[in-house]
């Protein structure tokens, strides 16, 4: 019973006001519907004693008639009043066949939209230890059968209902009659327990291996290459075809139950109902009218009650993706990042490092940072690899934050800015280029409107980067379609994009890490030509290991286990710092 109001409650977060509305048109529905039977035993009575037998005040449904409905149970009158009373029970159906499918729909929106702002706000930090194949399940499979359990859950809450009202009218009928089917009812619901648990069982167990399917399909793909050049490919195919054979057993499970379920259904209320005839009949001598009423009625009942009991384990079935959409969407909420509420309104000063350390799940990667950075500067930072170069540019971005110490921009602490107004201000080129699966003109202005301005300034970056003579070769040339993740790029072709991307953006502060890596020297060597030319307009922080590409920077800061050793221009360095000398003479330069 808890366990249904737990689930009542998720779905109430989403839906308010929707789900009492649902109650009460099934409340409508039902009604409706067990008055029109209950009109059948005047009927009965009609039909048997003719019309001159004296229906009135002889049964509680005739009293009924003629006190609440004003109407004397003659038969085209108690005809007529069955076809109205269906016909309206016909109307309101409708409307909760409507509202159920409105609000399903509205519902599956409000989960999604909220999914993607709580997955927007999900702080780097935790994003790195997050299961890529769970966040993409929940997203797309998930949502849907979550969106099921919502059908299956409101079916069997609409069928509750109806049993609800049943059971109270044949109550009225025939209080001793219905007493005994709804205990038989009862106890039938208690034996079939262990066969919910089970469903639940092994919904769980879907859930939590079509996440690792997911998983496994997403390498597959992202590693496509290597997978099909090194041979591993079958190796990981039959890896996923052993994840859909256990998918399939387990779905194949539930389903049995199911069936078993509905195969029981009209047997066990078969049953129930001659068990308590034969008593009624036997031990007790009651008016037959009511018996056959309350029948009536009660069969009806204990039909929606199977099928609520049916919807019900349709809904356990999928309960194990309700479970995990919760647990989910709670992750994702105590993993929100901070945001503070001061806009960004672009660097005027300085970037100040504090006494920053950061910590990766308690081992600290950077101790004590103390730097300036000031505006338009070009700052480059080298250093072994783990030395914490990359942090440290996370740590400017408000990607990740410090644990000891503070980063300041202006003045003003990084933790209080309002971080879309910090990022929409921040170009970053990484080794790992981002290629979306769109057109080379959306991917550099990140689907822009192709006005005449956009196309001069795509122009414009294109040409910064060095990639204007290859699209220009292309036969649809800005219009190519890249394939997924640029698989039909060459490395230093999608590098160039990505800083072409970038540059579109004429942000404050240029972030690059290793941004060239992956260019051959002549081509690296025009990009830095446009990088040069960039000097002095914007902040440039960049990450190199090619010591020749840095010459020119203002401040070379030299990083080593997470500390600063040294910071100077080139030309500084090289007279004072030994370790550099070394690291120039290494690139033979
Ligand atoms: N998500 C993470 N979880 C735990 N440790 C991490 C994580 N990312 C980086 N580290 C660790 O932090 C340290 C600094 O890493 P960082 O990437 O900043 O170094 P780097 O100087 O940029 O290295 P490289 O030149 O190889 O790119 C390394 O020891 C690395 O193992």
């Not at 006190?67 to 029970?89: E, Q, R």
């Not at 779905?251 to 139950?257: A, D, E, M, S, V």
């Not at 006005?451 to 040339?477: C, G, H, P, Q, W």
């Not at 404050?508 to 941004?515: G, N, P, R, V």
Request: aromatic share 12%.
């Amino acid at each position: 019973m808890k366990n249904k109001f737990r689930y009542f409650s998720y779905f109430y977060k989403y839906l308010g006001y929707r789900l009492w509305i649902t109650f009460f048109v099934s409340l409508f529905v039902g009604l409706l519907d067990g008055i029109g039977l209950a009109l059948f035993l005047p009927l009965l009575k009609l039909v048997t004693n003719g019309e001159t037998g004296d229906p009135s005040g002889e049964d509680p449904v005739s009293e009924f008639v003629v006190s609440y409905l004003g109407v004397f149970p003659t038969l085209i009158n108690i005809l007529g009043l069955i076809l109205i009373f269906f016909s309206l029970k016909g109307i309101a159906k409708f409307l909760e066949g409507y509202i159920r499918v409105k609000y399903q729909q509205y519902f599956m929106s409000r989960l999604r939209i909220s999914n993607i702002d709580l997955l927007n706000s999900y702080e780097f930090k935790h994003f790195v230890k997050a299961d890529v194949g769970r966040i993409q399940n929940t997203f797309t499979g998930e949502v849907s059968k979550v969106n099921t359990a919502l059908r299956y859950y409101f079916k069997s809450f609409q069928y509750g209902v109806l049993v609800l009202v049943y059971v109270i009218m044949a109550f009225i009928a025939d209080p001793l009659f219905s007493f005994m089917v709804v205990a038989g009812g009862i106890l039938v619901n208690f034996l079939f327990k262990e066969l919910y648990k089970r469903t639940k069982y092994f919904s769980r167990k879907l859930t939590s291996q079509n996440h690792t399917f997911q998983d496994l399909l997403i390498q597959k793909v992202a590693f496509f290459k290597y997978l099909k050049t090194t041979g591993l490919n079958d190796a990981f195919g039959r890896m996923l075809k052993n994840k859909v054979k256990v998918l399939e057993r387990l779905q194949l499970r539930i389903g049995i139950i199911d069936s078993l379920l509905a195969a029981l259904r009209e047997p066990v209320v078969v049953l129930i109902i001659a068990i308590a005839i034969y008593l009624q009949v036997g031990y007790f001598s009651n008016d037959a009218g009511l018996v056959i009423l309350s029948l009536l009625l009660l069969y009806r009942a204990l039909t929606f009650f199977m099928s609520t009991q049916e919807q019900w384990n349709f809904f356990l079935g999928v309960s194990g993706s309700l479970e995990n959409m919760e647990n989910f969407s709670e992750e994702l909420k105590a993993g929100k990042e901070i945001n503070g509420n001061l806009n960004f309104i672009g660097l005027q000063k300085t970037i100040s490092f504090n006494k920053v350390s950061f910590n990766y799940d308690g081992k600290e990667v950077l101790h004590d940072i103390d730097l300036n950075i000031d505006k338009n500067e070009t700052v480059a930072l080298v250093g072994p690899s783990g030395s914490g170069k990359s942090t440290f540019i996370g740590l400017i971005s408000g990607l990740l934050r410090p644990s000891k110490g503070e980063v300041l921009i202006d003045g003003t602490a990084l933790t209080d800015l309002n971080l879309s107004s910090l990022k929409s201000r921040i170009g970053y080129v990484s080794q790992d280029v981002n290629v979306f699966n769109d057109t080379i003109f959306n991917n550099v202005t990140f689907w822009a409107e192709k006005t005449s301005e956009n196309l001069k300034r795509y122009e414009t970056a294109v040409k910064k980067a060095a990639i204007d003579s290859f699209i220009n070769e292309l036969s649809m040339k800005e219009e190519t379609l890249l394939g997924n993740n640029g698989i039909n790029l060459s490395g230093g072709q999608k590098q160039r994009l990505a800083i072409a991307r970038e540059l579109y953006k004429e942000v404050d502060l240029l972030l690059m890490d290793e941004a060239t890596s992956a260019l051959d020297g002549e081509t690296e060597a025009i990009i830095q030509q446009h990088i040069e030319k960039l000097k002095g307009s914007l902040t440039i922080i960049v990450i190199a290991h090619r010591l020749a590409t840095i010459k020119n920077a203002d401040k070379i800061v030299i990083l080593k286990n997470g500390k600063i050793q040294e910071v100077g221009s080139y030309k500084d360095l090289m007279e004072r710092s030994k370790e550099f000398k070394e690291m120039t003479a290494l690139q033979n330069l």
